[in-house]
């Protein structure tokens, strides 16, 4: 059974929509993830979290807002969606400290 | 800031030679991670092998790298290469948080 499960796996929006990725982790993990690949910038780190605390944000748009209900989800949500957009984002989760990042399956997002 | 660099974008070898992609990183943290992950296609990455220890070869699934500190490398290395092996190859740096380098892709080819 997948430890990181993101939903939806494959996503189709159009330009100026909003989409909101989730992600819960079953690992007993204290610190959770957001990453971006694309063809352009491979596994580009966006968020981090620990226990529903902000600790990084390397993404420069506010588009993209991070939300966490509980300390095992940590959704993604993205406004005024552009056709730039378009990547797989990639959830993660570590124990902090340790380091070690488990991905999730990820959601291929592609922005018409 | 810190930075991880993968001279290398592709590197196509024939099943049976060796392996080897390279890994540079900049931190002013004294003690990092680093890390290699794989992904093969449609897959998401995951860990391959990890090292925080100076000067001591780390290895699984048959591949091996050392952290070398004073040369900031961490270079990944097999001694014969796979089919199996074709993937993207990612070297990741551990301080504050992880960070990738671009990815080599390896090819094998039978």
């Known amino acids: 059974d997948p430890k990181i499960i993101q939903k939806p796996k494959y996503l189709v929006a159009v330009t100026g929509s909003e989409k909101i990725l989730i992600c819960e982790q079953y690992l007993g993990h204290n610190a959770m993830y957001w990453y971006r690949q694309s063809a352009k910038k491979p596994l580009e780190f966006m968020f981090s979290y620990s226990y529903q605390k902000l600790m990084d944000n390397q993404t420069a748009s506010s588009r993209f807002q991070p939300q966490s209900s509980k300390k095992n989800h940590l959704d993604l949500q993205i406004t005024a969606l552009k056709p730039d957009d378009s990547a797989t984002y990639f959830c993660a989760s570590s124990q902090l400290g340790e380091n070690t990042l488990y991905f999730g399956a990820g959601t291929r997002l592609s922005v018409l | 800031g810190d930075s991880v660099t993968q001279t290398e974008g592709l590197v196509t070898l024939t099943e049976g030679l060796p392996v080897m992609l390279n890994c540079t990183y900049q931190?002013?943290?004294?003690?990092?991670?680093l890390f290699w992950y794989v992904q093969h296609l449609n897959e998401s990455p995951r860990l391959l092998l990890k090292s925080f220890t100076d000067n001591k070869r780390t290895e699984h699934q048959g591949f091996h790298a050392t952290l070398h500190k004073s040369s900031s490398s961490f270079h990944l290395q097999k001694s014969s290469a796979q089919l199996s092996d074709s993937a993207l190859y990612y070297c990741?740096?551990?301080?504050?948080?992880?960070?990738f380098g671009k990815g080599t892709h390896l090819h094998v080819l039978p």
């Open positions: 990741a740096l551990g301080a504050y948080k992880v960070i």
């Open positions: 931190t002013i943290y004294s003690n990092p991670f």
